[in-house]
């Protein structure tokens, strides 16, 4: 019998709104690093289809979720406009598992302990299909931006440098 799949509260969400989606599971030996460029590697998809999830704060409990291609830098500036805010700084790792649920390079946009404000970048309406973290280490999730936009409330703007 096949191992049944833990789910995460981002996988949660998503059935629970009926949207299309498809996991990517992968493993990660001790000392690996967990970034975007060897996740697209484990999982055999093209980069510009893999996401990360950027979690940043404006100070007085304003904080807000950038979701850019794994190989971009976000524009700090350009993330601030879109926010409406003068100045953006990243979210020390420390509290991000404290604020979102989840955890440095397994944190997903969708399933937070609340909803905050996510743009997503611009460049993947141009795509069929994006792939974020599905809220936990060796886990990713492929869905469509518009079905992402959709389980975040998120709004698509141009964000990296």
């Known amino acids: 019998m096949a191992k049944k799949q833990a789910k995460t509260n981002a996988v949660r969400l998503i059935e629970q709104k009926k949207i299309a989606y498809e996991i990517f599971e992968y ?3 001790d000392g690996e690093a967990v970034d975007g460029l060897t996740v697209s590697g484990k999982i055999g998809q093209p980069v ?3 996401y990360k999830t950027l979690v940043a704060t404006a100070g007085k409990g304003n ?3 950038f ?3 794994v190989d971009a830098e976000l ?4 993330a601030a406009k879109v926010v409406g805010q003068k100045k953006i700084e990243m979210l020390p790792v420390k509290e991000l598992l ?5 955890i440095r390079g397994g944190c997903s946009p969708i399933g937070m302990k609340k909803l905050f404000p996510t743009i997503i970048e611009e460049a993947a309406t141009a795509l069929d299909y994006i792939i974020v973290s599905a809220g936990k280490i060796g886990m ?3 869905l469509a931006p518009e079905d992402l936009q959709q389980a975040t409330n ?8």
């Open 67 to 69: 979701v850019i291609p």
């Open 140 to 142: 990713q999730i492929k």
């Open 27 to 29: 493993t990660i030996n």
């Open 75 to 78: 524009n700090l500036k350009a």
């Open 63 to 65: 904080y807000f979720v």
């Open 98 to 102: 404290g604020l979102t649920g989840y």
């Open 154 to 161: 998120g709004q698509f703007a141009s964000i990296v440098s």
């Open 48 to 50: 510009e289809h893999v």
